[in-house]
């Protein structure tokens, strides 16, 4: 027999004679007559109730199996006369897969603390918390690429493996075949030092200027050694770089982008959704629907310092025009004093990268970020340096040697266009979505300093 | 003016008074009384043909830009004379974005060895060749993700930093933020050795015993220092995984993700295709709708050792029961004797990895390898042992220790289920798809020993 996924047999349009469903018993309880199994198989947060008669074959071969057993159950699908579900199954025949013995599985039916998990994330996905965030993880993941993909973008692939380090940041993971202590980068695997990608974008830039509209969505790397909620050593980005655009399409398209996929996730994720609107972010649900209703606040830089400037709130980083924002600049703007998300645009030149492109006033850069209530920066782009004289300029200017970036340059030597692209975190907009406070539990495996579990 | 998609204005159901399209140019030809520019934006193969009338100011402002020049051109969308096209511009406003000066610009209109395009990968992607392979593979990639949507597959990202090592081969990149030299893994950033994944499998099979089904599709490493037409350091691989599911509903699988891409790409990619078939592979397409219209052949690892020892082919490896099949008998079976994909399953369990589910037998393991014309394995997968004792035996005997696999033998431990996946690597995929017969190739920036530019 054909066996059929717990999502299909819930939303059946008529009772069957008989279906198969497995999965894994969440609860068990045994009652006069009869017990109530309810079976999870990941394919959606809601249980089915498997109906066991005592005295019946299958209920003989249910024997002693509990919480976190893996079931098979073929029987009738009949409406359920409980209010929680429409169908449940009648146990007709009833296989034990795999048992879970109660006295040392980890997960028997009570709430764990997040910490808890992480220890074991190896079963963590066998909570509805934790199915539900992957599932989450997932549709938000379909539907950035929806949105691409009704634009024309190309998703392109670039390289984890790099020879040079895009943001001049010292901070990455160096790879090698080398063994520990041995150190002639000519004898190595590339015969020179190669490190884990901080970004894709400046491939992604070639691309675009081949492609058009480009978009990467990949693993990136941070060897930044902070034990924060907010930061990972791995995640995962959204890199799109577009040819013949300006910074007004980057914020255009950063905006469309978030707006899309939080549609998309309150559209296809209901049941998932209202578990962290119940349990964990008493507002999520209202935030995410607020966020649709009208378009994000846009300032510039020297605005936001002006509005910084202005508030009560002391800051343990000084306000003062000229400085990067720090998070809690970004949230206060986006939190408290807009209240929804805010694009804040040409940032002084000094706290940005040498790629992004100068304004006419000498003093800043096309740059914009998408800040987000209890998140900060979601997004970070610019319309990029496309004259060559002014990038091998700020390339000399930033102490970097324009003869590195020699391919890089070549973009403006031939057929250069203006162009700009963003990056975005992932794991932020997860974070946005299921309102989980923390990164390590948007990530299956999450790695950061001195964690490599798993 | 909102910019128009070449790829939009070609398929223009009218006529249009102002169009504003912006590319590169591709040709330029002088004749008496006008100016013929190909412009293409990497919307799709085709160009836009933009004429250009002499003594107007659109044709002042074109100047001498030639092969290369980024430009942006304004224009009516009319009805083309020529047979090559439906519409083109008829240029009013000219705009030259950016030169390419002829005497140093590498793509001059000819053809270009796929070496000499290697060294330039940068530009390479403004070829047809390198544009089509590129926007093949996005459509290739978008056409996995939609076959396992449609089946319920969650994608997750498992971890590319790990401490283990999945199937015990030792080809693996080592990572660090130690200074070249040192050797104290416990200063080092995870207080341990880390290293680049060469499969998310084992990750995979935890999430699958929460999710049901699972899949991954990211960026995989392998140190190999061999230097083929068929290998990378780093590729991607399509990992999905099935709770309650055997080494059928494997088969199955992939057998249906191959077929579904190949209809997908030959569905949406047509003209990007026929370039490969007029310039690459002469018989591409008739390849590639033959493999829609039978079902793959299926034969055991038993019957394709006997078919290969009945063969007149000599082999440089010989052929003897319970040898891993080699590339030369794999090519054997599904160019010349099948003709087609073919499907080989229950190999000898001491070619297999630990993890693949002992067959009763005691001889070979439930494993199946999906065989490809021209590719070899493109495919290679197992039912997974499910059983605690059988996997502990399975590692001693491999010289593992269970205690370094203690959450993977978890999973056996508390609700253990028949469960299946496989590995599908992606560019071998794009070389099936393309014919072209150079991993390098369908790589935009692609790594491999000693080459790590870009």
Redesign the interface.
């Known amino acids: 027999m054909q ?1 059929t ?1 717990i ?2 047999a819930l939303n059946a349009e008529t009772a069957q004679d008989a279906v198969q469903i ?4 969440r609860t068990r309880r045994d009652l006069g007559t009869c017990s109530f199994v309810e079976v999870n ?3 959606c947060l809601a249980n089915m109730q498997c109906v066991v008669d005592h005295g019946t074959d299958a209920y003989a071969s249910l024997g002693s199996a509990g919480v ?3 079931l ?1 159950v073929t029987g009738a699908l009949t409406p359920s006369p409980g209010k929680d579900q429409k169908w449940e199954v009648r146990a007709e025949k009833i296989r034990v ?5 109660p006295e ?2 980890p ?1 028997q039916k009570k709430r764990h603390s997040d910490e808890f998990l992480r220890g074991i ?7 509805n918390k ?2 539900a965030a ?2 989450i ?2 549709q938000a ?2 539907a950035v ?1 929806e949105f691409f ?1 009704e634009r ?1 973008f ?10 040079s380090d895009c943001e001049g940041a010292g901070e990455m ?6 063994p ?4 002639n ?1 000519g004898k190595d ?6 490190y ?1 990608t901080v970004s894709g974008q400046l ?1 992604a830039e ?8 480009v978009y990467t969505f ?2 990136a ?1 941070r ?1 930044e ?1 902070s034990n924060t909620p907010r930061h990972a ?2 995640f ?1 980005m959204v890199e799109p770089e577009m ?2 655009a300006d910074i007004m399409d980057c914020m255009e398209l950063g905006e469309g982008l978030i707006r899309h996929v939080v549609e998309r996730v309150l559209e296809h994720c209901e049941a998932d959704l209202r578990l962290f609107d119940n349990f964990v972010d008493k507002d999520l649900l209202i935030r995410l629907r607020a966020m649709l209703e009208k378009p994000f606040a846009r300032v510039t830089y020297a605005e936001a310092v002006r509005l910084l400037e202005s508030s009560d709130k002391s800051f343990v980083f000084p306000v003062v025009f000229g400085m990067d924002l720090q998070t809690e600049h970004e949230r206060y703007l986006a939190e408290e004093h807009f209240q929804q998300p805010v694009i804040v645009y040409d940032y002084p030149r000094e706290v940005k990268p040498f790629y992004m492109r100068c304004n006419n006033d000498n003093e800043t850069v096309a740059a914009m970020d998408i800040l987000a209530p209890r998140i900060g920066e979601l997004v970070g782009g610019s319309q990029r340096e ?1 004259r060559l004289d002014v990038l091998t300029q700020r390339l000399q200017e930033t102490g970097k040697d324009p003869d590195d970036y020699w ?2 340059t ?9 162009h700009a692209g963003f990056g975005l975190g992932f794991e932020r907009l997860l974070m946005l979505l299921t309102g989980i406070a923390n990164i390590r539990d948007v ?3 999450p ?1 950061t ?6």
């Open positions: 066996k996924l999502v299909d497995c999965g894994w018993a198989d990941g394919s976190g057993a893996a098979s897969l795999g048992h879970a013995d040392t599985y997960l994330a190896h079963l963590r996905m066998r909570t934790y199915g992957f599932r993880r997932s993941a379909w690429h993909r024309h190309v998703w392109v692939h670039t390289p984890v493996l790099t020879g993971f160096r790879v090698t075949t080398l520990p202590g041995e150190e980068a695997f590339f015969t020179r030092n190669c884990l491939e070639a691309l675009a200027m081949g492609l058009g509209r990949g693993p790397f060897a050694n050593a791995e995962w040819a013949f496309e391919w890089y070549d973009l403006r030597r031939f057929g250069s266009a203006p990530i299956p495996f790695r300093p001195g964690s490599l579990d798993f």
